[in-house]
């Protein structure tokens, strides 16, 4: 049973396109993320939503949109994709978010190529 | 905003040697948290450290959290290929509710 599931895991596109990335967990956490993930590795979180109330809101493009249709799902959707995009998605989850000490269970990633 | 910065951003090893990655933050942590990304993987939970001064060890592993609540270490005796990775030191901030912020990780190179 995977934990945090993600789909699809590669994404190859054109520039300009709308594509949508989803994030399922079964293991009946509260808080979700999103982060980006560069070619230099550097991991920096996008968005967080805790029970379906979006908590932090990192300096993201407005063409990235964040959706948590319950506590157990979410999705980022991406309008006109553009080359800067490419990168990997990772969603995240952990127990509540909002107290210290909370460990993040990661997905596999997304692997996002934009052309 | 609070920073976190690692040092060194690449190391190559040759396998039996030691390595060590050190982890500075811009503001005093409640407490850190450290992950290991095996290439093309996901970050995966290592271990966390709460208190100052705080030392533990998972076999080879060795994670310290600095007395005052801003740096932290990890150094890795007899590095093996299997120790392969990035290393990202996750802090939190103190005070009530504080963003978990990922450090800019260490690429670890064994060569056989």
């Known amino acids: 049973d995977t934990a945090v599931s993600q789909t699809p895991k590669y994404l190859v596109t054109q520039m300009g396109n709308d594509k949508s990335i989803k994030c399922e967990q079964n293991?009946?956490?509260?808080?979700m993320y999103w982060y980006k993930q560069d070619s230099k590795k550097f991991l920096k979180i996008m968005f967080s939503?805790?029970?379906?109330?979006?908590?932090i809101n990192e300096t993201v493009p407005n063409r990235f949109s964040p959706k948590s249709p319950d506590k157990a799902h979410l999705n980022l959707h991406i309008n006109s994709l553009e080359l800067g995009d490419s990168a990997v998605y990772f969603c995240?989850?952990?127990?509540?978010?909002?107290?210290?000490?909370?460990?993040?269970?990661f997905g596999p990633g997304t692997r996002l190529l934009v052309l | 905003g609070q920073q976190v910065m690692q040092i060194p951003q690449y190391q190559h090893v040759q396998e039996g040697e030691d390595f060590t990655t050190y982890c500075n933050s811009s503001?005093?942590?409640?407490?850190i948290q450290w992950y290991k990304q095996r290439p093309g993987g996901h970050p995966v939970f290592l271990i966390q450290?709460?208190?100052?001064?705080e030392v533990k060890k998972q076999k080879r592993l060795t994670f310290q959290f600095g007395e005052a609540k801003k740096n932290s270490s990890l150094h890795i005796t007899a590095t093996q290929t299997t120790d392969v990775g990035t290393y990202f030191c996750?802090?939190?901030?103190?005070?009530?509710?504080?963003?978990?912020?990922f450090g800019t990780g260490t690429k670890l190179q064994v060569i056989p």
């Open positions: 939503y805790n029970n379906k109330e979006l908590i």
């Open positions: 293991l009946g956490h509260d808080t």
């Open positions: 995240a989850s952990s127990q509540q978010g909002n107290r210290i000490r909370e460990t993040q269970y």
């Open positions: 450290l709460v208190k100052s001064g």
């Open positions: 996750a802090g939190q901030g103190s005070g009530g509710y504080q963003k978990v912020t």
């Open positions: 503001t005093t942590l409640s407490n």
